[in-house]
């Protein structure tokens, strides 16, 4: 059973910074792209960023600049460094870990973890 294990949210004041952490097997961390979404309750979950395993980065307009995703091979950990943090970054975190081979996609998800940035 694939298991993604998210930690670090919580409550910071605009301008603060967070980090994420989403940690998972090897055999999945060396393979999957592992990005990070974010969902308001009532909207459609969204892409916040991603990292191949090659170390190719994308990130959403919305988080350029701001935020940092890294990947750690000792640790089979993904993070999400958040920084200039603002009350519309506001969400459910999750985790997710993408598998695209010719059109065949695996994915998994983490359980998310609640950001709220609010003074």
């Known amino acids: 059973q694939v298991q993604l294990v998210e930690s670090g949210g919580g409550l910071v004041q605009p301008g603060g910074s967070l980090t994420l952490s989403c940690e998972t097997s090897e055999s999945i961390f060396s393979v999957y792209a592992m990005g990070w979404y974010r969902q308001v309750a009532g909207n459609q979950r969204e892409e916040v960023g991603y990292?191949?395993?090659?170390?190719?980065?994308h990130y959403a307009d919305s988080v350029k600049g701001r935020f940092t995703i890294s990947r750690d091979s000792a640790k089979n950990t993904v993070y999400l460094q958040m920084n200039s943090l603002k009350p519309e970054d506001t969400a459910t975190y999750y985790c997710?870990?993408?598998?695209?081979?010719?059109?065949?996609?695996?994915?998994?998800w983490g359980q998310g973890t609640q950001v709220t940035v609010s003074s």
């Open positions: 997710n870990a993408l598998f695209d081979e010719g059109g065949h996609k695996f994915e998994f």
């Open positions: 990292s191949s395993p090659g170390g190719y980065l």
